[in-house]
């Protein structure tokens, strides 16, 4: 079975900084796309970063320019370096890979951006 674990959520105020990793075990690691999706509440979950096994990133609108995904294939590990957060930042962040048309999911970490 699939496994992934955030980790690295917590408290920041506007216009600060968190990062964010996501371990993934059982898995061939480097030749699957990994995202980050958050979800607010009382809203959906939305998606917020891809990263091709190649390196290829893409971002929601909403962060361009603020986050970073990146990963290491060497420690199965993806990565999202988040700055000036926002309060609308807040959410619970959850990595996701799809195999063999199946979608796994980490538990999820909580970011909440507050002054």
């Known amino acids: 079975q699939v496994q992934l674990v955030e980790s690295g959520g917590g408290l920041a105020q506007p216009g600060g900084s968190l990062s964010l990793s996501c371990v993934v075990s059982?898995?061939?690691?480097?030749?699957?796309?990994m995202g980050w999706y958050r979800q607010a509440p009382g809203k959906q979950r939305e998606l917020v970063a891809t990263?091709?096994?190649?390196?290829?990133?893409d971002y929601a609108d909403s962060v361009k320019g603020r986050f970073t995904i990146s990963r290491d294939n060497a420690k199965n590990t993806v990565y999202l370096q988040m700055n000036s957060l926002k309060p609308e930042d807040t959410a619970v962040y959850y990595c996701?890979?799809?195999?063999?048309?199946?979608?796994?999911w980490g538990q999820g970490t909580q970011v909440t951006v507050s002054s």
């Open positions: 990263i091709t096994k190649t390196g290829g990133s």
């Open positions: 059982k898995i061939a690691f480097s030749i699957y796309n």
């Open positions: 996701n890979t799809v195999r063999a048309f199946l979608a796994y």
